[in-house]
């Protein structure tokens, strides 16, 4: 078995580096600097030390295509990267991806219970120069719960922490009871079913953006399809989007409040979804950053252009446990273990994924949510079903005792990148040496059929990710509870959602009784479910031109803000 490994990831070595040679060419954004923007350049030479080039055009490159710009229905990372640089919400993060006042011209006023926030709007225009105001943020979150829109994240985001979105959703309110009003143009209300620590992070995120109702309600099914049905509030506006295309632009929006800290003129992006051309582009001048994968990582991985961050993204395989009204096998508890434990998963980021990714045998990331002692989440529970092989077949043989079986097969979905077809070669080799009588048929997909597939819950095995929406456990122990619309596996456990229930409510105001029970949920749906499969913890290198200065990077809401970046020294 050991000598099969040793072929499989020298095989995967030459695989990749064919991909060297792949080529791809494309034309170089032009603009320009108006007067204004000149002065606003000369304020930036003088607080950086730098010297802005005329020329402030970012090129760049994206994984995969935009599948909704309407903030209502958005649901994925793509998505909210695009929305977090051509909208805002009350709040945004900032450099130092801290939550401040955005839309909201201040902190709110917080009411002693913790259940009432009350914003003071500051003066602010959509790019078609109408004002942002209070009313826009209760039209769009009232949208964004009723069932009828069809969004994903609303309810998600809202039930349980909104006043009454929890009935709202389930259709037994009407949409108009929701807990937020517009008092005035700059005064909304915001009422809370019960405390919640981490609210203002909330803020911050897509979901709770704004949106004009006399404009969304003109273009009815039109709204957000395309780059020309679509008004921002953000520092840039969507260009020359058809609402299917692999390639998109954005441009700094003038009607945005902050105007003037925006520098960069266009930002070009082009779907890209294999590394080697990638690269390419980025070595011919044509890209100013790409990310790193597998065997283009290791030979970068010392160049003086590379970039590298852990993330806390988390991704990891969706075991379907029912299936067109039938329950699969993936039900059996044995099986799901023997999976998760049935590959070598330090072989799989040392090698195949070679980006500074690192193995993970946990759901909530490390690094990311600290406790009042500033103590890691991740400390408490440490690592869980770890690679053992020999486990691993003993499990799987018992559970196809159980079931009835010597052998099964199943559908696996997944995406139609490089890197995911490299992940997805891994882990078939590996699982099927290891567990007698798997066979597992993958579909490669692209990202929207990916999402239809896990929205009707057709598939077996799904290939996915998690990046946080706030600065909270519960951001990802949310996703497993029996009523989540992010389910979507039948994954159903009383003694995990009591838990999260426990530390939603009673022990909301608890912090080390909360943080003991989020650790108890997170060792039921990992550990004594197996609901899911931990693959490992996002590691980004990127190659980043030197003359690119400026861009943030986020652990939630979306990946990257550009508000503050800008061009000095390409020229």
Known sequence: MLKNKLFWL??????????????????????????????????????????????????????????????????????????????????????????????????????????TYTFKLRDAKW??????????????????????????????????????????????????????????????????????????????????????????????????????????????????????????????????????????DMINVDVIKEPGTAVNLYNNGEKDRVGLTGEFAMQYADDVEVEQVLKPTVYYLKLNQERNGEKTPLSNVKLRKAIAMSFNKKDMVDVVLANGSIQADFLVPTGFAFDENKQDFRDVNGDMLPFNAEEAAKLWEEGLKEEGLTEVTFEYISGDTELSKNLDAYLKSQMESNLKGLTLNIKNLPFNVKLDLDAAQDYDIQSTGWAPDFQDPVTFLDLFQSESSQNNMSFSNEKFDALLEKAKGELALDPAARWTALAEAEKVVVEEEASIVNLYQTGTMSLQKPYVHGIVAHPFTGDYSYKWTYISGKE
Not at 154 to 166: D, S
Request: aromatic content about 8%.
């Open 10 to 115: 020298l095989g995967m070595i030459l695989v990749l580096g064919i991909f060297l040679a792949a080529c791809g060419e494309g034309d170089n954004a032009d603009s320009s600097v108006d007067t204004n923007d000149a002065e606003q350049a000369e304020g930036t030479e003088k607080a950086t030390g730098d010297k802005l080039d005329k020329e402030q055009v970012l090129n760049l490159v994206e994984r995969a295509e935009i599948p909704s710009v309407d903030s209502v229905l958005a649901d994925d990372a793509v998505s909210f990267n695009v929305l977090n640089n051509i909208g805002e919400g009350l709040f945004r993060l900032d450099q130092e991806n801290v939550a401040v006042p955005a839309m909201a011209e201040s902190e709110p006023e917080v009411s002693e219970d913790g259940l």
């Open 127 to 264: 790019s078609d120069g109408t004002p942002v105001t209070a009313k826009d943020f209760v039209f769009a979150w009232q949208r964004a719960v009723d069932p009828a829109t069809g969004s994903t994240y609303g309810p998600y985001m809202m039930t349980g922490i909104i006043k009454n979105a929890t009935e709202i959703a389930n259709g037994q309110l009407d949409k108009s009871e929701l807990g937020v009003e517009a008092k005035d143009d700059k005064t909304l209300v915001v009422t809370l079913e019960r405390p919640v620590p981490y609210f203002i992070s909330l803020m911050a995120f897509g979901t709770f953006y704004p949106q004009n109702e006399a404009y969304v309600t003109a273009q009815g099914e039109n709204y957000g399809t395309n780059s020309e049905s679509l008004i921002s509030n953000g520092p840039f506006i969507l260009k020359n989007w058809d609402g299917t295309g692999l390639s998109w632009s954005m441009e700094k929006n003038p009607e945005y409040w902050d105007a003037e800290t925006v520098k960069l």
